[in-house]
């Protein structure tokens, strides 16, 4: 996995660089200051991700991955948690909050090489598109059984899915009627990206890209508000670098 590392703290580079070197399937192809000066390196040596600082003097960390064509996979890493709900919007792998410890680099790596290993097994370009937007080398739509036939749900469409005893009932955005399908919370989690979907709740999992607020207790989704499981809060938080 060919990756670089961004941040205009020299300090904060070298962490990366010592958690990078510890692992065999990672290829580091520069740390850059200035992230201006990696788009050349980006393009030239076709990287694989990006670990990218967000406050920086050049320009702002969010602003230039979106203005990157054919945006290599991205792993914000930052001082500040009020970023995580707009880095997960912009479908970055993880958003690891510093001092980073070794553990969440590890888990944030792991994701992405898991993306990675769906991209070169993938045998239609339907399901695994080669990066034309922003980190989009997951599957873009599952099919789960409603009543008697397949239905081809998007994954951007999802906003929350819940728990009804042996169904799920799937909220899809656009749209006042649910999917009712009968899966476990298992199953169908098998099926979801784990860096867009999660579960906060034993009868509720929630596409982060869909939240618009957090509040103590409660996750807020098109006015909906959904509790956070006590033994969900901690995974919950710490991915969002909360």
């Known amino acids: 996995m060919k990756c670089i590392i961004i941040d205009d703290e020299p300090l904060a580079i070298d962490v990366l660089m010592d958690y990078c070197r510890k692992l065999d399937f990672v290829e580091l192809e520069g740390t850059f200051t200035n992230p201006l000066e990696a788009i050349s390196v980006i393009k030239e040596k076709k990287i694989d991700l990006i670990f990218c600082d967000i406050e920086m003097p050049q320009i702002n960390g969010i602003d230039f991955i979106t203005s990157l064509d054919n945006t290599p996979m991205f792993i914000f890493t930052t001082a500040y948690s009020q970023y995580a709900v707009e880095g997960f919007n912009l479908n970055a792998i993880d958003y690891l909050v510093k001092p980073i410890p070794y553990n969440r680099f590890i888990k944030a790596i792991s994701r992405a090489k898991e993306i990675m290993a769906y991209k070169k097994t993938s045998v239609n370009d339907n399901v695994f598109p080669s990066h034309g937007e922003a980190a989009s080398t997951t599957p873009k739509y599952i099919f789960v059984k409603a009543e008697y036939e397949s239905v081809k749900i998007d994954l951007d469409n999802i906003e929350y899915i819940q728990g009804l005893k ?67 809060k901690s995974s919950f938080f710490h991915m969002l670098g909360l």
């Open 166 to 232: 042996d169904y799920l009932k799937i909220h899809v955005t656009g749209t006042n009627k649910a999917i009712l399908t009968l899966m476990s919370f298992k199953e169908i989690l098998d099926k979801l990206p784990n860096h867009q979907f999660l579960r906060v709740h034993k009868s509720f999992v929630v596409n982060i890209s869909c939240i618009r607020t957090v509040q103590r207790n409660r996750i807020v989704i098109n006015d909906v508000r959904i509790p956070i499981g006590e033994s969900y």
